[in-house]
């Protein structure tokens, strides 16, 4: 999520002839609105593995090995970096011993 629309100097381009000033106004809040959550939900991934990992006593390579994932994605994870599926939040979650519960407050 490190970028965005407002860093590729060509698409600005693009955006400004099809769209109006007010318009790209809300797009980019919506477009914020969206990063800011999907943050929230690395956040909270995250922190979850870390403390299984803390309360089960256990590695990186262990973590990676009940996972049954690679590498990548569980530095993905244990960073706050990851963008899972619903299957991976499920798998995640069985391992924690975890229900996942979305709210929308």
């Known amino acids: 999520m490190k970028n965005d ?8 381009e693009v ?4 769209f109006a000033k007010e318009e790209l106004e809300n797009i ?9 959550q999907i943050r929230r939900l690395q956040d909270c ?12 006593g256990i590695g990186f390579n262990e973590f990676m090995r009940r996972l049954a994932a690679s ?6 994870i244990l960073k706050g970096d990851c963008n899972l599926t619903m299957a991976s ?3 995640l979650a069985a391992l924690l011993g975890k229900r996942v519960k979305l709210v929308f407050e």
């Open 71 to 76: 590498p990548r994605k569980v530095t993905k």
């Open 15 to 18: 955006r400004k002839r099809y």
């Open 28 to 36: 980019d809040e919506e477009v914020q609105a969206e990063i800011e």
């Open 45 to 56: 991934v995250s922190r979850e593995a870390a403390n299984y990992m803390a309360k089960e």
């Open 5 to 12: 629309v407002k860093t590729y100097p060509k698409w600005q």
């Open 89 to 91: 939040i499920a798998q």
